[in-house]
């Protein structure tokens, strides 16, 4: 037994960027021994939202069990790492300079490698743990905090084609969700509730929602519009709480133009990338990660575009779409074998642009 583990390589892995705290065990051959994410969900609930110092309050309190979790699930000890990596940004510095010393700590007592990972690009490297996908890659990174379209060349090589110039999908569909009484996470109740919308097409003449930068060039995206649309239409429903077919009708129809807004965007960065890498690859894929996709009409509305246009769409798997260590750890692996490791000095982040490069924008939901 002891022969087999130190055969390959253990990375631990820790997120505490938002509002999970989390921590896994992952090997090199691409095994996934433990995966423990704790979610603050209802620590948060009551507020409607994440309160980053309770946020950070919460990781110091959880993160050494969360750790310990990881390693006894992977029946493994501290003794068996080859090396911990930890998410150093962009998100809530508070959370973040937990998990990130917890890992610096961890480094320097068993004389092991600390990796500092950027959390988008956790998300982005996740289809090359849980599916083998060759690079180069078209990304749709959608979360709470990011909405972006980028390339992914290389480990540490994106080229960010475009960006939200205000919410991310995802905060646009928090929002929403608190403005109709639903609880937070917005996302996946706005999925839920959706589901009892009897009537799609009359769902959506009820509730007709903008479709910002429709048809424009490049590939930003804007979801205020959406958020203010769906605001309107509360304040013409009667006063009090709301009735649940109105809630479920509205919700339809915002799950809906969110995955239109999104294929709108994608299918010319789609055009793009055949054009200019479509000779790099064997098998052009769209991967989309981070918490929204999750989402089934998202990823089906995407999946339809993507053959369309002779690409193949790769989503991770549900418990790898959200925050998780598994993402992290893999990320430090691909760092560890490119020989590439971070001292203990380095400092967190909390902004950290996957594409230096990329031209600024300035917007409210713009983190990265
Ligand atoms: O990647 P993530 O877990 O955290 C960030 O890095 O932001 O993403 C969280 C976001 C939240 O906005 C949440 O509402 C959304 O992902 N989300 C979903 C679903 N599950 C989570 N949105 C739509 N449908 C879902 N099933
Ligand atoms: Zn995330």
């Not at 309160?51 to 309190?61: D, G, M, S």
């Not at 971070?342 to 996957?354: E, G, I, V």
């Amino acid at each position: 037994m002891y022969r087999f583990i130190s055969m390959v390589m253990n990375v631990l892995g820790i997120e505490t960027s938002c509002d999970e705290t989390a921590a896994a065990i992952v090997t090199d051959t691409r095994e996934i021994r433990s995966n423990v994410v704790l979610s603050q969900l209802e620590t948060h609930a009551v507020y409607g939202g994440i309160v980053p110092e309770i946020a950070a309050r919460a990781h110091l309190e959880h993160i050494d069990k969360v750790i310990q979790a990881a390693l006894s699930d992977a029946g493994i000890t501290f003794d068996d790492l080859d090396g911990v990596a930890a998410t150093c940004g962009p998100g809530l510095i508070g959370g973040v300079m937990i998990g990130m010393m917890s890992a610096k700590a961890i480094a320097a007592a068993k004389g092991i490698p600390f990796i500092a990972i950027n959390h988008l690009e956790g998300h982005a490297l996740t289809p090359r743990l849980s599916d083998d996908i060759a690079f180069p890659y078209l990304l749709l990174l959608v979360s709470g905090g990011h909405t972006q379209i980028l390339v992914a060349e290389d480990v540490g090589v994106y080229k960010r084609w475009g960006t939200t110039l205000d919410d991310a999908a995802g905060e646009c569909l928090d929002k929403s969700a608190k403005m109709m009484g639903l609880p937070y996470p917005g996302g996946p109740n706005i999925e839920k509730i959706a589901k009892n919308c009897n009537n799609p097409v009359t769902a959506r003449e009820r509730f007709p929602l903008p479709s910002p930068l429709k048809g424009r060039k490049g590939h930003d995206f804007s979801f205020s519009g959406l958020k203010t649309a769906v605001r309107t239409h509360i304040e013409k429903l009667p006063k009090g709480d709301l009735d649940p077919k109105d809630v479920a009708d509205l919700s339809y129809a915002l799950q809906n133009q969110t995955a239109k807004i999104l294929a709108d965007r994608c299918e010319s960065a789609m055009v793009r990338f055949l054009e200019e890498y479509g000779e790099k690859t064997d098998n052009p894929t769209l991967v989309i990660c981070g918490g929204v996709s999750a989402n089934q009409t998202i990823r089906e509305t995407l999946d339809d575009l993507a053959q369309k246009h002779g690409m193949t769409i790769n989503a991770p798997p549900l418990p790898l779409c959200g925050d998780n260590g598994a993402m992290i750890a893999w990320a430090g692996i691909e760092r560890l074998q490119r020989g590439q490791n971070d001292p203990l000095n380095f400092q967190a982040r909390p902004r950290w642009p996957l594409d230096p490069n990329a031209a600024p924008r300035h917007g409210a939901g713009v983190k990265a």
